[in-house]
């Protein structure tokens, strides 16, 4: 195979090493074996191009015309001529398909199925890839560059993939890259015959002679290349893993918590619209969660992730909160009064073993969670979140939460939040359309209070206002989205809470979206069933005396609570009795509504007192975390010292030359005097003069001292080590020379004189005669292994391996 050929086939095995990246992404991997063909066959007509040979722009119109002709016959097939010439109709069936593509990413998380139009993106792209790669690599001889078309293939996919993968598919993609490089070098090194290394003299290459044959001297720089990239692979996966890093995630993976005493740090998400409409809209509803309870009025036991609780007129999203470790026992729901009627509940919840994100879902208020992991508690939300990458995967957890019922009176008769409460959860921006508190004002006419304006609202958006359930609509939270939502009357969960969020703030009731699952379904044995297609947003309201309560305004998904439902009070005053406490009410130690300041306040610190000190865990908290320490100390060290390598060998290599020893004998003389001319050699590399070993020594110093403008002393000691290592090697009977050592630091205080800065510091920090290391290495790996062919213990492991020989 000729150095072209085995460059075009590197650079095809390169992008498909970089496509395998994408394989998260769809359901099905037949997409890839289709790439897999069609990029062989348009890498073959290069090859043939190149052989007959075609000029370069003829030869990547030729492959570019192939590529079309194979999409063409995968895909429109019955729109061209012949099943393979494009027409128009072609055309307009690719850009048919390519609109699909885009609306199936959209619409379809991952991993999403293998339609026609997502597999036309994927093997088009990767087409397109390898042609640019094999037009950088093979026809203009560039393979450094060509990993740029394969960095962005590799990035879009690592972006959209979850990341627990990532390093395997970076893995392969660098070693695709690497192998296009090495094909590179190797066809390099062929375009100029047999390749010497070693010393620059006589005696040096005899030395270097005896010990390699040829074939081992030109193929060690191709050993040298693989080992040095298998190295820098193994450093470009390790390093990370050492260093601290922040992960991410809500339904997207894209939020994280991290802290690191039980009440530090903070944590905050962004929006989950994309993702949440996904789930919906996916073919399969695959399961997610699987729970078993012990109420049997699951229809209100929605599993709540997140509250959105900013709204900043581009998005609802979470404010930045502090979190702290999970405690055994979560403070009392913010605004529940005892007069209120709960049920406790208690829930085991399995999820799914590919559901990975990193919050946790939960019923609201939970309680206590027993899990296993690393999770952080933010109390404000009573939220629970994944630190430090820890998710939801194939995780079992237990909850005890309670039902909260009240009764329409009782929200009814809700008196005012406090005013720190109300500022924070009324607060709407200047972006948002004046029609939203318009259209609120105008649905809730009539009412008497917040409550009896909670239930209008949900009722217009169920009931009476004409509104339409549509997963396909864009999905949006914004003030632009809100406002053509209530023009359209068309949307999701999504659109239907935030909008009735919005309106409820415009009224003066504080207001939230929560973001989870709806109940999901009853199975045979007992337990519920919680699928993608469950994934929902509803609004909450706040009510003193009760708390954060759900309404549910999207119609046909899930259910609306019982206190909406009822009759509503009447207006003479009276009220109905309030219902008694239960007796797990009545056994808790719950604080009276008269008290200024609740055990559960002081917990949180809003007396306005310093809070007190949690208890910590005695094994968390004693003695200093060196394990830590020295793991992130080890990386950081790492990070600082792999640049300077290079620098640090260049150093050790000039002070062992020229600290050769100083004996009289004329070995000693010959090494003295060879290591300093090497060193002479290679200084003036590191300043832009690289050596040529077909110059005889008195040409390569003057060729020193013209590339650095060296003149007085630095250009006589120059010619002094020519002469004295002339001398070394044709001289029949060679004397010592004197001052060697001081004549090359004359020469490379001279170089580093007439050098500018930038060149000074390539000198200093990346040498290039550093180079030689990868050339010393090859060597001495191969006298090794000559020694041990020589050895007695190789022959009688031969002998073992193959006895016959012995026999014969």
């Not at 379809?108 to 093997?123: F, K, N, R, S």
């Not at 973001?515 to 706040?542: C, I, K, N």
Request: glycine fraction near 10%; charged fraction near 20%.
């Amino acid at each position: 195979m000729s150095g072209s050929a085995r460059l075009a086939v590197s650079a095809a095995l390169a992008t498909l090493a970089a496509s395998c990246a994408l394989l998260p992404l769809v359901d099905s991997s037949g997409w890839l074996l289709q790439a897999v063909v069609l990029l062989v066959v348009q890498t073959g007509v290069g090859v043939l191009a190149r052989r007959v040979p075609l000029a370069r722009p003829l030869t990547i119109a030729a492959q570019a015309v192939a590529g079309l002709l194979l999409l063409t016959w995968t895909f429109a097939r019955d729109q061209a001529l012949g099943g393979v010439v494009p027409s128009p109709a072609v055309f307009r069936e690719f850009g048919r398909l390519l609109s699909a593509g885009v609306d199936d990413v959209e619409k379809y998380a991952i991993p999403a199925p293998d339609t026609t139009g997502i597999e036309l993106l994927l093997v088009g792209g990767v087409l397109v890839i390898g042609l640019v790669v094999d037009v950088l690599a093979v026809t203009f001889r560039s393979a450094a560059p060509a990993g740029l078309p394969l960095l962005a293939l590799f990035s879009i996919a690592a972006g959209l993939s979850d990341g627990d993968s990532d390093w395997l598919w970076f893995l392969v993609a660098g070693a695709g890259y690497l192998l296009l490089l090495l094909a590179e070098g190797r066809d390099r090194l062929s375009q100029w015959g047999r390749v010497f290394s070693g010393g620059t003299g006589p005696r040096s290459q005899g030395r270097a002679s005896s010990g390699l044959d040829g074939a081992a001297s030109s193929s060690s720089p191709l050993r040298t290349g693989r080992r040095i990239g298998v190295f820098a692979l193994g450093i470009a996966l390790a390093v990370p893993a050492v260093l601290p890093s922040l992960g991410g995630g809500l339904l997207d993976q894209s939020a994280n918590g991290n802290g690191g005493d039980g009440n530090g740090g903070t944590i905050s998400a962004v929006n989950p619209l994309v993702s949440l409409q996904n789930s919906l809209n996916q073919p399969d509803d695959k399961e997610v969660l699987r729970y078993r309870t012990s109420t049997t009025e699951t229809q209100d036991l929605y599993l709540r992730i997140v509250a959105l609780d900013q709204f900043d007129g581009s998005a609802w999203k979470p404010s930045e909160r502090r979190v702290q470790d999970v405690p055994d026992r979560m403070p009392t729901p913010p605004g529940l009064r005892s007069d209120v009627r709960t049920q406790p509940v208690e829930s085991v919840i399995k999820a799914a073993d590919w559901y990975a994100q990193n919050w946790l879902p939960l019923p609201y208020p939970a309680s206590s969670v027993r899990l296993d992991g690393r999770w952080r508690f933010e109390p404000e939300g009573r939220t629970i979140v994944g630190d430090r990458g820890q998710n939801t995967r194939g995780i079992q957890y237990e909850v005890s939460s309670l039902a909260i019922q009240p009764t329409a009176t009782q929200l009814a008769q809700a008196p005012p939040p406090s005013p720190e409460l109300l500022r924070e959860y009324t607060e709407v921006p200047d972006s948002l359309p004046a029609v939203v508190a318009e259209r609120a004002d105008e649905v809730t006419r009539g009412a008497r209070n917040a409550y009896e304006q909670a239930v209008k609202l949900q009722d217009w958006f169920t009931l009476e206002g004409g509104f339409r359930y549509d997963t396909q609509v864009e999905a949006g939270s914004g003030s632009k989205a809100i406002a053509r939502f209530l023009k359209d009357r068309e949307g999701f969960c999504v659109h239907f809470s935030f909008t009735m969020a919005a309106m409820a703030r415009t009224l003066g009731i504080p207001a939230r979206v929560a973001v989870g699952f709806t109940p999901g379904a009853a199975q045979t044995d007992g337990s519920m069933s919680v699928g993608l297609r469950d994934a929902h947003a509803w609004p909450e309201l706040y009510f003193e005396g009760v708390g954060w309560t759900r309404f549910e305004p999207t119609p046909s998904r899930g259910t609306q609570p019982d206190y909406t439902i009822d009759e509503l009070p009447a207006d003479d005053g009276s009220t109905d009795p309030l219902p008694q406490p239960s007796r797990s009410q009545e056994s808790s130690a719950a604080p009276s509504p008269s008290e200024s300041c609740t055990p559960d306040l002081k917990r949180l610190g809003d007396c306005g007192g310093p809070a007190p000190n949690q208890p910590e865990d005695p094994d968390r908290s004693s003695g200093t975390p060196w394990g830590k320490i020295t793991l992130i100390g080890s990386g950081a060290l790492a990070v600082l010292l792999i640049p300077l390598l290079p620098m640090l060998w260049r150093l050790r290599t000039r002070s062992r030359r020229l600290g050769a020893p100083q004996g009289r004998s004329t070995d000693a003389a010959v090494a003295r005097t060879e290591a300093a001319w090497q060193e002479l050699l290679d200084t003036g590399w590191d300043y832009g003069i690289p050596p040529d070993d077909s110059l005889t020594p008195r040409k390569a110093a003057a060729r020193i001292v013209d590339g650095g403008g060296l003149t007085g002393p630095p250009a006589v000691a120059a010619q002094r080590l020519a002469a004295a290592v002339e001398e070394t090697w044709y001289a029949p009977h060679p004397q010592p020379a004197a001052g060697l050592t001081e004549d090359v630091r004359l020469v490379a205080a001279g170089l580093r004189d007439t050098a500018d800065r930038p060149t000074r510091l390539r000198a200093l920090l990346l040498p290039r005669s550093a180079s030689r290391v990868a050339t010393q290495f090859a060597l001495r790996r191969a006298a090794w292994a000559d020694r041990w062919r020589t050895s007695p213990w190789h022959r009688r492991l031969a002998g073992l391996r193959f006895p016959y020989r012995q026999r014969g």
